[in-house]
């Protein structure tokens, strides 16, 4: 009988912990009358008296579960997140179009149920509007899972990279099986990215592979030779548009305009050195790969000229190239 009596009490204790978490919060308190009868409600529970629904309260502070008091109501105070950092995440996972849209939603209710059931009408957060651009690759948390175990394993991994073709279809282009030795995963620009290297022998030459774009996975079970160090964002910190090749050093001209400087601060970072060059212009300077530096050149080249003679040759190039064409447009 009374073994039966612990169990009862220890189970009730666990009832009421369950209750404050999920339906109160620091605006929605509750009183003791109000957690007994949904723990009546959910689970069933026998009427607990006042004394000992206080007992369960002191018993969760002293184990360091914070349990808020507002006159004589209680409630949950122990969340790791504020409202705000949860709404954060939700529209982060929601705006990042790797993430399918059914593991997005998942993703998002189960930050939303961190919170209590209070959080989700307090801000109003309503996802049934979705963000159309998502991409349906389902393989994206199979292959980090992957990719997570094979650098644990310290072993390598093969697999296929798609590309998109004129259906908006991921297709295996080259249809070959890349094999690489993983060293990092990371999110850059809204995207998952693996670093690695390109043979499985050690050798210091980097690969960077969008990770939704990678099919077929699997481990080889060849073991690197060497385990090589890297630091993932240090990697991408030059590497606009995640371009490949050396970063090198490249001088700009920028128009004195507020929505170049925007967009130059916002794909470059906060690296790029800016000085007045006169009255009109900025002299900027940008570290880049080549192909990166080209890209962006000829995307804003209303307000930014090349200054750096080799890459201005080059833009030039492309410019008299596309004029060509367009004129032979009909």
């Given at each position: 009988m009374e073994n039966n009596s612990k169990k009862d009490s220890k189970k009730k204790?666990?009832?009421c912990l369950a209750v404050l978490y999920k339906y109160s919060d620091k605006n929605h308190p509750l009183a003791i009358a109000q957690i007994d009868k949904k723990m009546q409600e959910l689970y069933g529970s026998t009427p607990t008296c006042r004394q000992t629904m206080t007992s369960y309260f002191k018993y969760?502070?002293?184990?360091?579960?914070?349990?808020g008091q507002v006159k004589r109501k209680y409630y949950y105070d122990n969340r790791c997140f504020e409202d705000s950092e949860?709404?954060?995440?939700?529209?982060?996972?929601?705006a990042n179009n790797s993430?399918?849209?059914s593991f997005s939603l998942e993703l998002i209710e189960k930050?939303?149920?961190?919170?209590?059931?209070?959080?989700?009408s307090n801000k109003k957060l309503d996802f049934n509007i979705c963000n159309v651009d998502k991409r349906e690759n389902k393989e994206l948390f199979l292959n980090l899972d992957t990719i997570s175990e094979a650098i644990n394993k310290n072993c390598c991994i093969s697999f296929n990279y798609y590309r998109y073709n004129e259906d908006k279809l991921l297709v295996n282009y080259s249809g070959k099986d890349y094999n690489v030795a993983p060293l990092c995963t990371l999110a850059f620009q809204n995207r998952f990215y693996l670093i690695a290297i390109n043979s499985c022998d050690g050798e210091e030459?980097?690969?960077?592979?969008?990770?939704?774009?990678?099919k077929n996975i699997k481990l080889t079970g060849r073991f690197i030779k060497k385990k090589l160090m890297i630091d993932p964002y240090k990697y991408v910190r030059h590497r606009l548009y995640m371009q490949d090749?050396?970063?090198?050093?490249?001088e700009l001209e920028v128009e004195k305009n507020r929505f170049i400087l925007d967009e130059l601060v916002d794909v470059c970072g906060q690296d790029i050195e800016i000085e007045d060059k006169d009255d009109n212009h900025y002299k900027v300077i940008i570290k880049a790969p080549e192909k990166s530096l080209i890209f962006l050149a000829c995307q804003y080249i209303q307000y930014v000229k090349v200054i750096t003679p080799s890459i201005r040759n080059k833009v030039m190039e492309i410019l008299n190239q596309e004029l060509k064409e367009?004129?032979?447009?009909?």
């Open positions: 204790i666990l009832e969760f502070n002293k184990m360091g579960i914070q349990i949860i709404e954060l995440l939700c529209h982060s996972i929601m993430i399918p849209l930050l939303k149920d961190i919170q209590g059931i209070h959080f989700a030459d980097y690969w960077h592979f969008r990770i939704d774009k990678i090749g050396n970063i090198e050093q490249y367009y004129e032979e447009i009909e």
